[in-house]
Nanobody, 116 residues
Framework: QVQLVDSGGGLVQAGDSLRLSCAAS????????MGWFRQSPGKERKFVAA????????VYADSVKGRFTISRDNAKNTVYLQMNSLKPEDTAVYSC?????????WGQGTQVTVSS
């Protein structure tokens, strides 16, 4: 079973950048596809980005394409989300997840707040 710890959130102004990290332990990190999701108050959790096990493939929500970049370092058991040109509508709790077959694990989330 893998444990995920999200970090890197904070309060920033519109146009700023942040990099989120998700550190994994307790499993074989390179065997998991990884993703980032976000949830705003009163709204459903939404997909943000995902990356394949070998980092050969990435996919993004339309709302973040061209602004966010997902990456992973399998040697460090960590997945990142580089967020540029942040907008107030990006304000949410961001959580990473790890998927292996039918198994899915979640980080605890990190708050990102973007002021206008």
């Amino acid at each position: 079973q893998v444990q995920l710890v999200d970090s890197g959130g904070g309060l920033v102004q519109a146009g700023d950048s942040l990099r989120l990290s998700c550190a994994a332990s307790g499993g074989t990190f390179s065997s998991y596809a990884m993703g980032w999701f976000r949830q705003s108050p009163g709204k459903e959790r939404k997909f943000v980005a995902a990356i394949s096990k070998s980092a050969g493939n990435t996919v993004y929500a339309d709302s973040v394409k061209g602004r966010f970049t997902i990456s992973r370092d399998n040697a460090k058991n960590t997945v990142y989300l580089q967020m540029n040109s942040l907008k107030p509508e990006d304000t949410a709790v961001y959580s990473c997840n790890a998927v292996q077959g039918l198994r899915m694990y979640w980080g605890q989330g990190t708050q990102v707040t973007v002021s206008s």
